[in-house]
């Protein structure tokens, strides 16, 4: 992972839904 994975893995773990966030993610793609 490059920085911005980095980040992007910060802010999942700090999200209050995190499930929510990586189904958003994904979803994005």
């Known amino acids: 992972?490059?920085?911005s994975g980095?980040?992007?893995a910060s802010?999942?773990?700090k999200?209050?839904?995190p499930e929510?966030?990586?189904e958003?993610?994904?979803s994005g793609l």
Request: proline residues 0%; charged residues 15%.
């Open 11 to 13: 802010g999942v773990a």
């Open 20 to 22: 929510a966030v990586l």
């Open 24 to 26: 958003d993610l994904v």
């Open 6 to 8: 980095v980040l992007l």
């Open 1 to 3: 992972l490059g920085a």
């Open 15 to 17: 999200a209050d839904d």
